[in-house]
């Protein structure tokens, strides 16, 4: 009995993996991520809307000021920026470093800013009140290309 070609699906034999011979060795493995910063919105946002908590208008400041502060965290990584928002964290938004077109941000109070971060496909994200911001952005700016770095920058 003849034995079936491979392409045809039947018969018993394995395909083999050959691996690509062009990628280093160093290059076939990937690096473990790791957190470089997994925080909460910069407390110094909830200021002003405290303050403003006298008037009756500036309850609702407050308000959307306290929910964003205990329910969105902000996870910079070795490969990814990842946001968790909503309710207990349900709603999750993640982009990679190479998807970045250009960061630009406003500074705070107290060390923190407001950014936009621009993607390669035209979307938009915007972190609002990221804490300790300069070295956040220091990070940001190593893990982008050198395009996006040129183009990023205070708003």
């Known amino acids: 009995m003849a034995n079936p070609s491979p392409s045809s699906g039947k018969g018993n034999k394995a395909r083999r993996y050959r691996p690509t011979k062009n990628i280093p060795a160093n290059k076939q493995k990937l690096q473990p991520e790791t957190t470089f910063l997994e925080t909460a919105p910069s407390a110094y946002e909830l200021i002003v809307p405290t303050l403003s908590i ?14 964003r502060a205990a329910w969105v965290r902000y996870k910079f ?48 994200l915007e972190i609002r009140a990221v804490p300790d911001f300069d070295s956040v952005y220091e990070y940001i700016m190593e893990k982008v290309d ?8 205070s708003a």
């Open 54 to 67: 006298l008037t009756v208008i500036g309850i609702i400041p407050f308000i959307a000021a306290v929910a």
């Open 77 to 124: 990584t070795s490969r990814r920026i990842a946001i968790s928002s909503g309710f207990q964290g349900k709603d999750q938004t993640e982009i990679i470093y190479r998807d970045i077109q250009s960061v630009k941000y406003v500074r705070r109070i107290g060390g923190a800013a407001d950014c936009v971060i621009s993607l390669k496909d035209g979307a938009k």
């Open 146 to 153: 050198d395009s996006a770095s040129e183009a990023s920058g």
